[in-house]
């Protein structure tokens, strides 16, 4: 009877155990990514993005190069749609 058993639930505690891990490992790599530092563009209407310094994903306090221009994400050479913040 003891040996039914194990050989039954034995193979559906390894495959739980792997799905979990493979999960739990997916789930890092997803929260490290969103969180982090990045280069800060300005974006002046009609002129491509230019590369500033680095500010943070993170909320907080508006990112802004040295002439006080707040900096943004870059998506292409004509789009920087996300603000960035002020790296803690």
């Keep these: 009877m003891k040996i039914k058993f194990f050989k039954m639930i034995l193979p559906v505690a390894v495959i739980t155990l792997g799905v979990a891990g493979a999960m739990s490992t997916n789930a890092m790599s997803k929260k490290s990514s969103s969180l982090v530092?990045?280069?800060?563009?300005?974006?002046?209407?009609?002129?491509?993005?230019?590369?500033?310094?680095?500010?943070?994903?993170?909320?907080?306090?508006?990112?802004?190069?040295?002439?006080?221009?707040?900096?943004?994400?870059?998506?292409?050479?004509?789009?920087?749609p996300n603000p960035l913040f002020k790296r803690p």
């Design 37 to 80: 530092d990045k280069w800060g563009y300005t974006h002046i209407e009609d002129e491509p993005c230019t590369k500033s310094i680095m500010c943070s994903t993170i909320p907080g306090l508006p990112c802004k190069n040295t002439a006080g221009e707040q900096l943004y994400d870059f998506v292409s050479s004509v789009s920087c």
